[in-house]
């Protein structure tokens, strides 16, 4: 894992642009704490901050490749799981290689199939090529958008990077969001709309996507998307056929130079991966460490909900024995969760969802320093149709993002100003449409199941990027790679033609991928209910962000003021608001925090 960074420029010299790349590069270092590399030539200039996995002396980049007296340079940041035998392959076409990397697998496999590259990789990955003999710089990102890539265009060049702050860094970039940009972080929250940098005329390597640019055209291609097809699979195939992915998936990635750790919440999904990880390191004579998360007072405070069933810790620790792993909790209390609200904002150079994404940074703070790798449960939800949002009809027939509904949105808090010139509903009504208008819906389903279809590939395409944003941020912050084995594309390919009365077989959630783990867990964790990701309970969070919320809105300065109606806020913050109280409370004032934060730091010019 690793951060990039990259300037082509048709017209102008950047043979002498070392400062300007440095800047770029120096602002993920955290991606990257290992090394740095730097290439120049007429036409592009490539940058790279490294984090070592695999091949600490050979994966070494920006990586050359010369031909015919052409170079073609590669900066990539991520994983292929399939790499050996893509190495394999390649060989047998004539390939030689001088190391033992992924990163010189990925070269040669754009030697051998140029663009087409993208389709022989599993892996998550994001990388920029430049092939100085075409003049043309290529741009491809993994199936689910795992791992992130942004770019510019301005004038004759265009600008790239890992983070929004490797295009920010470049003087051609300003810090400005429009009425569009504006209406994604009130109308949408924290989830984006794929393909949108939020800031003016930045944009993103969609997931699935490779681009192509040359001085005269610009070529987008979607080299992979969701087909539909009738699933013939009976029960038992299909709970074997998810097994063998699942087993396949995590012994791929359990592949690593460095040390590596699995996540452990107690529920299912992480349960079961740290089972099959388990299983493997002890084949191998290992054991596998894993880490969870809680809270001071957690005990005392827990107050059961829709979301919150019970205490993770029990079951953690149930799993954690049952395995044989050496575990690892982290407790953290209100005050440090308050006093790092922001670091998850300076991450994802976007506002976020607070202490959820807080806490998240600090547990890989901790688990940094005893590894570089982790197994993570994230995205089974989304894939195997887990919420319970897939069989609620409020939901399944709503005309907005369900996520949003079930919220409320953040647009009700705005100035009349703002909501007259943002129209956040009909922003939500539009993006929503246009996803819609995406679905490959199969002919013959039930009008259940094609909203059921429907549902599917919101949470994949809009809810799933979000959540993997969060994790990527909040983990190479640290210069920490977390893997998600619930986003191996086959998998993901198998499950979208799943009904969704299979997966929810035995009338429980996730019911089919509660029957694949049953040789690897116990029968009541694989039964446990859902449970969300862990809050604290503590008063003193609440009390500390409503404070801070306070002097923001006493501060005349504060660059959130115009947009928001600051009456309204202010009675949430001091407690008088009889309709917003308790979480729903928290989440607002986390969100609006860290909007002000993100206009104030980034110095951000709104053009309305």
Known sequence: MCGIAGWIDWSKDLSNQQPILKEMTDSIIHRGPDADGFWFSERAAFGHRRLIVIDPEGGIQPMLYEKDGKTIALTYNGELYNYLELR????????????ASDTEVLLHAYLEWKEDCVKHFNGIFAFGIWDEARGQLMLGRDHLGVKPLFFARRGSSIIFGSELKVLLAHPDVDAVVDREGLAEVFALGPMRTPGNGVFKDVEEVRAGHYMTFTKENTNVQKYWTLKSK????????????????????????????????????????????????????????????????????????FEEDFLRRDLDEPWVKKVAEHVGTDHHSIVFGADKL???????????????????????????????????????????????????????????????????????????????????????????????????????????????????????????????????????????????EVRVPFCDYRLVEYLWNVPFEVKSVDNIEKGILRRAFKEVLPDDVRNRKKSAYPSTKDDAYLKGISKWMLDVLDDPSSPILPLINTEIIRSIADGTNERVKGTNARGLIDYLLQINGWLKEYKIEVVL
Not at 88 to 99: I, M, P, R, W
Not at 241 to 254: A, F, G, P, W
Not at 259 to 268: A, E, I, K, Q, Y
Not at 293 to 298: E, P, Q, R, T
């Open 338 to 480: 308050v006093e790092n609200l922001l670091v998850p904002m300076r991450a994802r150079d976007l506002p976020g969802v607070g202490e959820l994404e807080t806490s998240l940074y600090l547990l890989f703070v901790e688990m940094k320093k005893d590894a570089t790798v982790a197994l993570s449960g994230e995205s089974a939800d989304e894939v195997f149709s887990g919420y319970p949002w897939f069989h609620q009809e409020e939901y399944l027939d709503a005309d907005i993002y369900p996520w949003l509904k079930n919220l409320g949105g953040i647009a009700r808090i705005l100035s009349d100003d703002a909501k007259e010139k943002l129209k956040p509903q009909e922003y939500q009504k539009r993006r929503f449409q246009e996803a819609v208008s995406e679905i490959p819906f199969l002919e013959g389903e039930s009008e259940l199941e094609r909203k059921q279809r429907q549902m599917s590939y919101l949470f994949i395409t809009r809810f799933l990027p979000f959540m993997l944003d969060r994790k990527d941020r909040a983990s190479m912050m640290t210069g920490f």
């Open 230 to 301: 009738k699933h013939e699979d009976d029960l038992e195939t299909t709970e074997q056929t998810i097994r063998s992915l699942l087993e396949d998936t995590v012994k791929r990635q359990l592949l690593s130079d460095m040390p590596l750790v699995s996540m452990l919440s107690g529920g299912l999904d992480s349960s079961g991966l740290t089972a099959l990880a388990g299983r493997e390191y002890k084949q191998n004579g290992k054991t596998l460490s894993t880490y969870s998360i809680d809270f001071v007072n957690n005990e005392r405070d």
């Open 88 to 99: 394999k392959e390649l060989e047998e076409k004539g390939h030689t290689f001088k190391t």
